[in-house]
């Protein structure tokens, strides 16, 4: 399951107006999504599922919900915790014995740490960034209520679950650390490091790499 935001301008990826102009901080995050979009196509055998957040008013995933093999919700909570714990018990509820959540903040984020997280036996998952989140989360046939408490948008989210994890002393499989792009400085970060992708040979998200190509940062 892909979680992600309804991409309006202006409302998206906003602290990287430092150094984009509106139009073209839209067009990364659209670019963002298609790419992790294009992750969820690659896993076989899963229901595939995209959360939005807040609406679906953009039209820009209208195209995917005439597709039978992926459906899109909308979340619902007042914060990250809130959405994340009912789309969880949602999924339980609806017979699921496994569910894995990605961001849409990391375009590079290998296949191999999302087929892990599927692979996993523990209770839950996760996928620590290099800004104090997680990049993934996965829960493995029950609900284990790590959602509260957290100071959402911090660098003190991952700390604090895994705080959580360890007072309702739950089987924790910790994935390798990635990155999320959120401020200038990793946004400069993906475009060396998609860059030096590209050159190495490795599989890239083409979308995003498409579009890096035109800025200068």
């Known amino acids: 399951m ?29 670019s963002f999504l298609k790419d992790s979009i294009d992750k969820l196509f690659q896993l076989q055998d899963i229901r ?25 919700f909308i979340q619902q909570g007042e914060d990250l915790g809130e959405r994340l714990r009912d789309t969880f018990a949602q999924q339980f509820s609806a017979g699921c ?13 290998p296949m191999e740490y999302i087929e892990r997280a599927f692979a996993s036996e523990k209770e839950i998952v996760l996928g620590p960034c290099t800004d104090g989140g997680y990049y993934l989360i996965g829960l493995n046939r029950k609900l284990v209520d790590v ?22 002393s739950a089987q924790l499989e910790l994935l390798p650390v990635w990155y999320d792009v959120d401020l200038p400085e990793d946004l400069r970060f993906l475009k060396v490091h998609s860059d030096l992708m590209v050159q190495s040979g490795m599989q890239v998200p083409g979308a995003t790499v498409h579009l890096l190509a035109e800025l200068k940062l």
Do not use: H
């Not at 906003?14 to 139009?23: F, K």
């Not at 807040?54 to 209208?62: A, H, K, V, Y």
């Not at 894995?100 to 903040?105: M, R, T």
């Not at 408490?149 to 705080?163: F, K, N, R």
């Open 2 to 30: 892909l979680f992600a935001r309804d991409p309006i301008a202006g409302k998206v990826k906003t602290r990287l107006r430092q150094i984009l102009d509106e139009e073209t901080t839209l067009r990364l995050y659209t």
């Open 97 to 109: 014995g496994k569910v894995v959540i990605i961001g849409s903040d990391s375009p590079t984020l």
């Open 48 to 72: 595939r599922l995209i959360g939005v957040t807040p609406s679906l008013s953009s039209g820009f995933f209208d195209p995917w919900n005439e597709d039978p093999g992926i459906e899109i």
């Open 147 to 168: 959602f509260s408490g957290i100071s959402w948008g911090t660098d003190q989210v991952l700390e604090q679950t895994l705080a959580r994890i360890r007072e309702q």
